[in-house]
Every structure is written in C-alpha cells, then in structure tokens.
C-alpha cells in the first residue's frame, strides 16, 4: 500500500475519533464516520469480491455483520455499548484492517475515465435531476409532518407538587383563547380557586404554560380549565397524602 | 468464482456484462425518482386530507416499480448496468417509506424494536427486558447495529435505524441478485429473480420496517452468499466470516436463524443427492446448528413461550378451519373497512399467476432434477411452499405466519420463473415451446410483474396501513398520531419512570417508549389479559380497584377515541382482551372515563382524547 494511501485512511480513522470526541453537527461527524466506515469496510472485503456490486454487497454486509458482533461483544464490557467504547471499537478493526490488508492498493484510475464518455455524461445529468428531486421529496415530506403537527391541539395537566399546592400545564398548538384555572374541593367542607382571566395565544409551534394552583386543604380536588365559562379540560387530584 | 451454487446448464444471458447502456437509462432514473417524490407528495395530501388516495398510491409506486422492471428486462441494457438498476428500484422502494414517515417510526413493531434501541442506548447493555414483546430483548441485532451506527456517525436513532435499514436493503438486493446469478450463470436471471423477490406481500411493508425481522432476513440471505465465495480451500478459518453472519443471524431473529439452519441442512442434504460437494457447506452447518442452539438455549425464558403461544393459535386455527369452524373476511378489516373490487381482482389475479407458473416449473424441477445443482433444488423446494401463502390467508391467525413465510418462499419464486423465463431450451422437454411457453418479450413479463407487485402489496395488508391519515381506532401507523404522541411525551417528563402501565395497544405502546413506562403485557408480566382489559374495556365497576391492586397498576392510559368504532386490527388492547372476537360494538365513553368516578383515582393529564390516570392512592377493596 502507499505511504500517501496509508495516511490518508490513518486519518480517517482518527477523523472518526475525532468527531466522537468533539461531538460536531451531525452534518459534519455522519459524512465523516460513513465515509471512514466505507473505506474499511470497502478495504477488508477487497480480495472477495468480483465486481462493484460484489464488492458492495460484502462492504454493507461485513458491516452490519461487524456492528453487531462489536456489540456483542462491547456488552461484555463492564462499560458496555457507550460512545468510548464503541470508538475504541472502531480504532481497533480499522487498524487491524489496515494491517491485514497492507499490500492491497486502491486502484484509482477508473476516476480518470469518468465524464470522458458522452453517454456517461449525460447519465449524470438525469442523476443529477434524479438527486434534485429526491432531495425534494424529503423536503416535501417534511414539510408534511410539519404541517401535521400545527393542527390545534390543547392539553392540561398536572406536572408538579407541593403540600399545598399543585402546577398545572397548558400545552396548545394553534389555539388562541382565555382560559381561566376553577378548582374545586370534593365532598366534606367546600374549597375553591378561580384563578384571573389568561389568553393562551399558541402559534404553529405551540406554547407551554405552568400556572400554580393553590390547594391548601386535604381531599379530592378537581380542576378545571375553562373557556367562556365552560370545561374544556379537567383534571382531579389528591392532596394530603404523602407525594 | 466458487462452484457451490452453480448449475450445469447456464441460461441465456441478455448482454455480455457491462456492454450497453440504454437510452432509456436516464429518463428511467428521473421516473424512479418521481415515484418517491410522488410518494412524499400523497403523504402530505393524507395528513392534510385524511385519507391516503389509494390509486394514486399504486400509481407512484408503480412509477418506481414498472420502469426499472422494464428496463431490468430490456435486452439494450448491459449486465452491470441492469444490476446497479435492480439496487436503485429496491431502494427507492424502501425511501418510499421513509416519505411517509419522515420523523419517526409508527407501526406497532417499529415502535417495540425501537424500545430495544432506546434501552440499549440509556442502559450501555443489552437484553434489558422489553414488556411490549419480551423476545425483542434478546434479539437485540439490528438494534446493536443501529445504536453503533448512531454512537459513531453521531446521526439521530432513527436516522440510524433508516441507514441500517437501507444498508440491509442493499444486502438483501444483491445477495439474491448474486446468489440466483451463481447459480444459473445469468446475470438478467440475478436480477429479475430479485425483481420477482419485490413482488413478494412483505417486501413494501413490513420488510421495510425497523424490525428485526428486516435486518435478519438480508443477512440470512448473506450468509448463503458468503457460502459461495471463494476463499482458499482446506482452511478451517474458512468457515468463519460464514459463521460470524450466522452469529449476527441468531443474535437478530429466532425464526429466521432456525430458517437459515434448515436451508443450510437442506442444501447439504442434496449435496448427497447431485453428489456435488460443496466446499465448506458441511462445517457450516453444523457450526451453525450450535450458535443458534445456544442462542435459543439463551433465550429460553422468553422465546419458548412465546413460539408455544403461536403454534398453540395457528394449530387451534387450522383444527378449526379443518372443522369448518373457523371465519375470516377476505379484503377486509376488523373493522370493516373493505378493500375495493379493483384491489381484490388483481391480487387474486396475482396469486393466480403465481400458481400458473409454479406448477410447471415445479414439473420441470422434478422432471430435470439430474441437471439440477443442488441450491437450485432447494430454491425449487422452497418455492414449492408458495401455495402456503395464500392459503394462510384463511384465517386471521394463519395469515400474519404465512405472509412472514413470504419472504423466504419469494426467493425460491424468483429463481424459479427467472429460470424458466430467460431458458433457451423448451420450458417442457415433452412439448415444443411454442405451445408450452410464452413469448419471451418483455412487456409480457412486465405486465406479469406488475399485477403480481400491485397484488403483492394488496395482500399485505388494509388499505390504510401504507400511509399517514385521520386518526383510527387501533390502527397501528394510523392511531399513532399527535395527540397520543403529546401524550407519550408528557409521560416521559412528568410520570415517575418505570411505573406499572396499563393501555391500549398504541397508547400503551407510546407510553413504553417515549413515555418510559413499564407497560403490563400477559406475555411480560403474566397478567390475565381477560381479567386486565375489564379495567378499560368493561363497564363494570366493581372489580376495578381490586384488580389494579392485584396487578400493583400505577398508571391507566385511556384513549376516549376507542369509543368511536370497532379496532381496525381486531383488539383494542391484545389476544384475550374483553369480550374477545365477540365484540360487535365498541366501548362506551363512560366505559373508557369510568376512573373519574374511582376513589381517590387521580387524573393528571388531559387532552380532549386521552386521559391519564394515577391510581397510587386508590384503597385497595377485595372484590366483591
């Protein structure tokens, strides 16, 4: 193998580390590992295949085959299957690859043919279109789920307590209206809370609003949220009691 | 190349390899193309709308399909060329998917598997127990793989998933394109034989699942490959990047590994026969018979019971049937949904075709068996099962375990109607070919492919399971929708983790998994699920504080929406729930809210649909 070649995936396989290390965005580190994980992989299984399609078929089968007996065996670890465990993984098949297959050079000359054909040249044009829209698809479905996800929506809850008293949340999405928090002691001596008038003014994105509640006796409570003096949600709790 | 799954008699091959380049190649690239982008389209018209338009559906999906087939087929493609095209139209199949469901994953066994990603991801180890299906737990392959990939590329979960998904397609695609090609020495029977494979009823749906299922099929597959590959011989170490994919079998899925044992077994045996020996084969198999013995030996605990629980259904099914008892709506739902006149007509034209073919190829197989190499008489054996899939069709319970068989039993199909397409020699040594075999032009086999790819998809399941839509009632992909998934979420931030869950099928389900919940299954917790289910689907009253003590329930999840219509898949909650397979109207609403009226019962989240209760301050009566 050349020294050039030897460095080149000697960096990848510290490029690997290297992302796992520092965590950049993911737009940065997934090309990276990929590119690492295909060269190895692309490396280790050379000599066994009679193609590209041979030679891709054993590249994404070693891999998946290797990412799980990795595991397997990563679970053995008192550590288990963590980012450093997985990395020191990834360091140690890469350079055992690399030294397994130290005579065996990448043959790079195919590239020098690439765009000479006029054939070949207009393939990649309808590629090209193909890649445009395929990527337009995946912005499209996003857009879908996004959109999805702004239908109205309002929801009540309790997220926390104390002896006396209890925060409520007021989740919406695409719900602009004033709400006002009733609550109500069940059974034996009466207990109530009106809480003042609020507007909950939630966009595509949805807001969240904590309000607290005081409860202060024992007992059943119910809360409600109400709108133009009707229930939309309710909610009932028990106070008194160890939390 | 290695003599191990080679034929004597090699077909026809169309081109010499890698000799032309179509003209059609270019615009047949956009068109796949425009078929995903016309898949992510109807996905937005369903969530906008309600409803997936069914024909368009086919429509787009036979834009990927129709075009790459024909190009597949077309004699002024070269060999290289028609291989790379099998892989872009499986592919595209797969992103099909993905379009639908760009964000996450949403049918039921997605959701289960993905519970096994996210244990393993907070928990640093494996075979943390998994109620939704406890077996998941400890066939954690395709998981393991996705949570290095995700540890490594620093890529989301599911984002991880999707590319191990795609990885796995790529593998599936070229093993069968490879495997058929070795063995008929035709690099167009390769690659029409995996065109036939995408015909299958698993191969759009639920193969493209993150399932583990999804990655153990491909690497079975693999595995007969690595088989085939030349190495040198007389080694022993030989034997071991065959036995390692075997490993990641076994660690992925029980009935696949089983499956991969007996086609090993099996080859062997008719090595016996054709006396042609293949290198390795024999220590293969017995090394294989080992790892996945003790791997079931490992998984004993949950795998014996949940294998036991199938056979028991699928026998008493079949006893039943045999006794005329047993009833199933053909194209139609639990709930009754129907498919339309259209769908039904060309699937059973589908299953039709199938058969006309197989009969007399099957003849062929046992006529010409001395020509045979010993793969192709397995494949010949294996796509002898075919009549098992539809069949399995009878019944409900029968119908899920044959549809799985599919997956195996397609690869048999396609070799055997690519061998019997692309033959020179008369299909029927006794006959001349022109009365006993078509025309050999291409639209002829294209045509055959779409309606068995059009059928295919129509029998894998109802209509509403291929996209996004208006919410269902127990509906898998169509009842996961934002407000049980606000829900989930809620609980997974606000609900004391690991707390004792009763629900829904979907509901329950979302609480495993981004709710963190320890959610009460019979087959995890040894619950009655008849006795359970009365907590949300009965009306009664009386025994409910008794039974949620017993079970030490923390949390009840109830979806008012089950009210609305009878279960789309034929439960609300599981096998045995409630008024089982005797259910002819749905609960009442004040059957699903009965808990605001429990003592002490707490309410701490609503949201118009779903209500969650805390019962940890419920007193705890004997039933009376």
Redesign the interface.
């Given at each position: 193998m050349h020294p050039g070649e030897v460095i080149t995936r000697l960096a990848l396989t510290a490029a690997v580390l290297a992302v796992i290390a520092v965590s950049p965005v993911v737009w940065v580190a997934a090309p990276v590992a990929l590119v690492a994980i295909a060269a190895t992989a692309e490396l280790a299984v050379r000599p066994y295949a009679d193609d590209p399609a041979g030679r891709l078929l054993l590249a994404c089968g070693a891999v998946v085959t290797g990412l799980i007996l990795a595991g397997l065996a990563l679970n053995l670890l008192p550590e288990g299957l963590t980012r450093l465990t997985w990395a020191l993984a990834w360091l140690a098949i890469s350079v055992a690859v690399l030294i397994w297959r130290r005579h065996s050079a990448t043959d790079l000359s195919w590239l020098r043919n690439l765009g000479r054909s006029g054939r070949a040249l207009a393939l990649g044009a309808w590629m090209v279109a193909a890649v445009v829209i395929l990527a337009g698809a995946v912005v499209l479905a996003q857009a879908g789920v996004r959109n999805w996800d702004r239908r109205p929506d309002l929801a009540f809850s309790v997220v926390s307590r104390t002896p006396r008293a209890v925060v409520v949340q007021i989740q919406a999405t695409s719900t602009t209206r004033r709400y006002q928090i009733v609550a109500t002691r069940q059974g034996q001596a009466a207990g109530h809370y009106t809480s003042p008038f609020f507007t909950v003014a939630a966009g595509g994105s949805g807001i969240q609003l904590d309000k607290q509640v005081p409860l202060g006796a024992s007992g059943q409570w119910i809360i409600d949220l109400q709108a133009d003096g009707t229930t939309v949600r309710k909610l009932q709790v028990v106070m008194g009691r160890a939390q | 190349?290695s003599a191990s799954l080679t034929d004597r008699s090699r077909l026809t091959g169309h081109q010499p390899p890698g000799a032309a380049?179509s003209p059609w190649?270019?615009?047949v690239?956009?068109l796949?193309?425009?078929g995903?982008?016309g898949?992510?389209?109807l996905?937005?018209v369903a969530?906008?709308t309600g409803s997936l338009p069914a024909p368009l559906w086919y429509l787009t999906l036979g834009l990927i399909y129709v075009p790459s087939a024909a190009l597949i087929m077309s004699s002024r493609l070269g060999d290289?060329g028609r291989?790379?095209f099998t892989?872009y139209m499986a592919l595209a199949l797969l992103?099909t998917r993905?379009?639908?469901y760009?964000?996450q994953f949403a049918y039921h066994d997605e959701l289960i598997n993905y519970r096994v990603l996210l244990s393993?991801l907070s928990?640093?180890?494996?075979?943390t127990p998994n109620s939704l299906l406890p077996d998941t737990a400890d066939y954690?392959?395709?998981q393991?793989?996705t949570?290095?990939?995700h540890?490594?590329?620093?890529?989301?979960p599911h984002l991880s998933g999707i590319?191990?998904l795609f990885?796995?397609r790529?593998?599936m695609t070229?093993?069968i394109?490879?495997i058929i090609e070795r063995i008929t020495g035709s690099v167009p029977a390769g690659c029409l034989a995996a065109a036939i494979y995408a015909t299958n009823p698993q191969y759009v749906f639920f193969n493209s699942q993150f399932s583990y299922q999804s990655?153990a099929l491909?690497?079975a597959f693999?595995a007969v490959?690595?088989v085939s590959?030349?190495?040198e011989p007389g080694r022993w170490l030989s034997i071991v990047p065959g036995a390692?994919?075997v490993?990641?079998v076994a660690?992925?899925h029980h009935l696949t590994s089983l499956a991969l044992v007996i086609v090993l077994w099996v080859w062997y045996l008719a090595t016996r026969v054709t006396r042609r020996p293949v290198p390795r084969l024999l220590p293969l198999a017995v090394v294989s018979v080992l790892i996945v013995a003790a791997w079931t030996w490992m998984a004993r605990a949950v795998i014996v019971p949940y294998i036991s629980e199938i056979a028991n259904n699928n026998l008493s099914t079949i006893i039943h049937l045999a006794t005329g008892g047993a009833s199933h709506a053909f194209f139609s739902d639990a709930a009754g949904d129907k498919n339309p006149l259209w769908e039904e007509a060309v699937s059973l034209l589908s299953v039709l075709l199938i058969v006309c073919t197989l009969v007399p190829s099957l003849l062929l197989a046992v006529i010409k068996y001395r020509r045979l190499s010993a793969a192709a008489l397995v494949l010949f054996a294996i796509a002898a099962i075919y009549p098992a899939v539809p069949a399995g069709h009878l019944a409900s319970v029968t119908a899920e375990i044959s549809d799985r068989a599919a997956g195996f039993v397609f690869v048999g199909l396609g070799f055997i109607v690519a061998a019997w397409w692309l033959r020179d020699a008369p299909f029927h040594r006794h006959a001349p070919t022109s009365r006993f075999t078509l025309g050999r032009r291409p639209w002829v086999i294209v045509t055959g492919l779409t309606v068995c790819f059009v059928g295919g998809a129509v029998l894998s399941g109802p209509g509403w399971i291929y996209g996004?839509g208006r919410y269902l009632v127990s509906a898998d992909n169509r009842s996961v929708d934002?407000?049980s998934l606000?829900?989930a979420y809620?609980e997974g931030?606000?609900l004391t983790p690991d707390g004792r869950t009763y629900s829904d099928r979907v509901n329950g389900s979302l609480a495993s998994v981004y709710g963190n919940q320890d959610v009460l299954t019979p087959l995890a917790d040894h619950i009655q699920q008849g006795a359970v289910s009365n907590l949300l689907l009965s009306p009664d009253r009386a025994p409910d504080q008794s039974l949620a003590c017993s079970i030490r329930l923390r949390y009840l999840i109830a979806d008012q929406r089950l009210s609305t219509s009878l279960p789309h898949l034929g439960i609300y909650v599981d096998n045995g729930e409630f008024q089982y397979g005797a259910r002819t109207s749905p609960p009442t609403p004040s059957t699903l809210t009965k808990f605001?009226d429990a003592?002490?019962?707490?309410?701490?989240?609503?949201?118009?649909a779903i209500r969650?209760y805390d019962l940890k301050?419920m007193p705890c009566t004997p039933a009376k």
């Open positions: - | 190349m380049l190649a270019g615009p690239i956009v796949v193309a425009l995903v982008l898949q992510a389209w996905g937005e969530r906008a290289r291989v790379w892989l992103a993905f379009v639908l760009p964000d393993i928990h640093h180890h494996l075979f954690p392959g395709m393991v793989a949570a290095g990939l540890q490594l590329t620093g890529l989301s590319a191990v990885a796995v790529v593998v070229l093993a394109v490879k990655a491909p690497l693999f490959y690595v590959v030349r190495c390692a994919v490993l990641a660690a992925s996004p934002q407000l606000q829900a809620w931030r606000y605001d003592p002490d019962a707490q309410r701490l989240f609503d949201n118009g969650v301050d």
